[in-house]
């Protein structure tokens, strides 16, 4: 029988999720999905020094505003959890003890400062200073101390950390082969590599057992996540051999890169370019700064969930509009990029603008008759559905709506001066006045009527297309932009234009 796919993002709760981590969440989501299996969210707050209190809520949250719920974690069913780290100490205290038996873990004694020391040896003749089969019977630890010192010294309660055994003994060619889905075969030298800390001196284990354990224990079958912790790959792979677990499938993610290609994306650059780069907004609990998330900014979760998805992947079709069904269907693993995916601002712009086309119209309207509100203005549900067709095409975001059809609900507050300049002439006045005059018996029941009977008045009165519209809607709109004139029209009804176009002709 094939092992079910269970996935896990596992992030830890030292402030808001980033956009990388968000995607790294979304393509572990799409990944279950599409094997019918689990998508998991474990929190680890193994690292108190940088826990941040509200961070583990806005990561819950964040999910579910994304729409990529997951089926185990804090709050759920209890299957395999506690789905806290900070709940799960016993079990890394039992494992890091079975390395011990093993011989694949021991304790250490050595102070910050004799390590320090080491360190500034090395470096001053040039190398560097590596906690492995090297120099580990020089130091002071389980290996090179009599058992009796070592029990001495636990039950003296000296401060100790518990290391991996990364190799017995160097010299001997010792590589790993580890497979990662996306990059394939990732061959490390393990006599480079260090005895990691598995467990710290204030007693709690550190990511890289912490993480292995709950991995082997949550039944995960692969492991996507993101590409920093690549060079953590052969570590985890000899921890799993050591505990004599089987090894989960590996697929390390291509970085989020800045929008010049060049760096890793971070928040500065969004504050810098002023696009979010968290999911919801974000308040850091210490300064009470707030960053901006793309809920507020205006985005709606399907255009953020389409963007980043093909922020390093491929599905390998002409269609770049997908809902969340449709990138289940598409996703594979193999696709995925090795190389950074450069993050476009613009494009993410786009994808929201074509989404809020297809989205319930119900979410434009209610947040048109929100932004309203705080005009004091109250937009009916009949009005705010009227406009949101009139004028979505042009949204790219949720909450442009408000600022591209103010001019339905209140008189403009001026009037383009460019425009006026350019389209105002000597006649204007007398054309508009004329055409008060046929809006009295003209009707504005349909647009499309109203339309062809103001063409018959203009033909009739020798008025030229040219001459009437822009100054009508410079009347009406304050600017050259906006909805269709006929539709503007009809909204507005006769009372409000004709007084609209009174107020211009005196004003302008
Ligand atoms: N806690 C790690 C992080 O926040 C998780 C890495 C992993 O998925 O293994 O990046």
Redesign the pocket.
């Known amino acids: 029988m094939t092992q079910a796919v269970r996935v896990r993002f596992?992030?830890?709760p030292t402030g808001p999720l980033h956009i990388g981590g968000l995607r790294t969440a979304l393509y572990n989501y799409l990944f279950a999905k599409k094997h019918n299996g689990d998508f998991i969210l474990r929190i680890?707050d193994t690292d108190q020094n940088r826990f941040v209190p509200g961070a583990e809520d806005y990561i819950v949250n964040a999910l579910k505003w994304c729409n990529i719920p997951f089926d185990e974690g804090p709050g759920t069913e209890d299957k395999k959890g506690p789905y806290k780290q900070s709940e799960r100490k016993e079990l890394y205290k039992k494992a890091v003890q079975t390395l011990i038996q093993k011989g694949r873990a021991y304790y250490a004694f050595d102070s910050s400062e004799s390590l320090e020391k080491h360190r500034v040896y090395h470096e001053e003749k040039g190398k560097t200073f590596i906690y492995n089969w090297h120099n580990r019977l020089k130091l002071e630890n389980s290996l090179s101390l009599s058992k009796e010192e070592v029990q001495k010294r636990i039950d003296n309660g000296d401060r100790y950390v518990i290391r991996f055994l990364m190799v017995e003994n160097g010299g001997v060619e010792n590589f790993i082969n580890s497979t990662d889905l996306i990059r394939g075969t990732i061959r490390v030298d393990l006599n480079l590599l260090d005895d990691k800390i598995l467990f710290k001196s204030d007693g709690m284990p550190t990511?890289h057992l912490a993480?292995v354990v709950d991995d082997h224990a949550m039944e995960i079958s692969h492991?996507i996540?993101?590409e920093e912790?690549l060079p953590s790959l052969a570590l985890h792979h000899q921890l799993y051999i050591a505990f004599e677990w089987k090894t989960p499938q590996f697929a390390h993610l291509p970085l989020l890169l800045k929008p010049t290609g060049k760096g890793k994306l971070s928040k500065r650059d969004g504050d810098k370019l002023g696009f979010p780069v968290f999911p919801l907004d974000w308040r850091d609990p210490e300064t009470g700064k707030v960053s901006p998330g793309y809920k507020e900014a205006g985005y709606v979760p399907e255009a953020v969930v389409n963007f980043l998805a093909l922020l390093g992947w491929n599905p390998g079709t002409e269609q770049e509009i997908l809902t969340l069904s449709e990138l289940i269907g598409l996703f594979s693993i193999e696709q995925v990029h090795k190389s950074g995916a450069r993050f476009d601002p613009e494009k993410n712009k786009w994808f929201n603008q074509q989404h809020l086309q297809h989205i319930e119209e119900s979410v434009l309207e209610e947040q048109l008759i929100k932004d309203a509100k705080a005009f004091d203005i109250v937009v009916s549900p009949e009005k705010a559905q009227k406009v949101v067709r009139l004028v979505k095409e042009r949204a790219s975001l949720l909450t442009e709506l408000w600022g591209l059809s103010s001019y339905f609900f209140m008189d403009p507050e001026g009037y383009d001066a460019k425009a006026v300049r350019k389209q105002w002439k000597e006649g204007t006045p007398e054309v508009l006045t004329k055409f008060l005059t046929f809006l009295k018996s003209a009707s504005l029941s349909e647009p499309s009527n109203f339309q062809a009977e103001f063409k018959t008045w203009i033909a009739d009165e020798s008025i030229s297309f040219g001459q009437i519209m822009a100054p009508l809607r410079l009347c009406l709109v304050g600017k050259l932009s906006g909805a269709d004139l006929f539709e503007i029209i009809c909204f507005l009804g006769h009372k409000t234009v004709t007084s609209r176009i009174q107020k211009a002709l005196q004003n302008i």
Do not use: F, I, T
């Open positions: 596992a992030p830890s680890e990511y993480n492991v996540r993101g912790w």
